[in-house]
């Protein structure tokens, strides 16, 4: 659970503030209205919170209007990888 907390922080809402002030648009469905910063590399796996290259815009629990998704709660870095056989792409490394 380390570093759980930190996500509701004052940096980190700021800086999803900055995020999403220059793009909405959600970067695992493509489409707008994101309202949480998803950490590309999840902090659990050794992402950078504040890294502003480890942000992207996602949608929350608000869901996505147009698909109704809760992007980045699906994709949650609490999943076991063998429960997103249909969304491998999220879990690809990044290199
Ligand atoms: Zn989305
Ligand atoms: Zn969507």
Redesign the pocket.
């Known amino acids: 659970m380390a570093g759980r907390r930190d996500l509701t922080s004052y940096r980190y809402r700021k800086q999803r503030a900055r995020l999403l002030a220059e793009s909405d648009i959600?970067?695992?469905?493509?489409?707008p209205?994101?309202d949480v910063a998803d950490h590309l590399l999840p902090v659990s796996r050794g992402g950078d919170p504040y890294d502003p290259d480890n942000q992207a815009?996602?949608?929350g629990i608000n869901?996505?209007p147009?698909?109704g998704?809760?992007?980045?709660g699906e994709k949650g870095d609490r999943a076991r990888p063998e429960a997103l056989n249909t969304s491998r792409d999220w879990y690809a490394p990044r290199r």
């Not at 959600?26 to 489409?31: F, I, P, S, W």
């Open positions: 959600c970067h695992l469905c493509g489409h209205g994101a815009p996602a949608h869901r996505c147009t698909c998704r809760n992007c980045n």
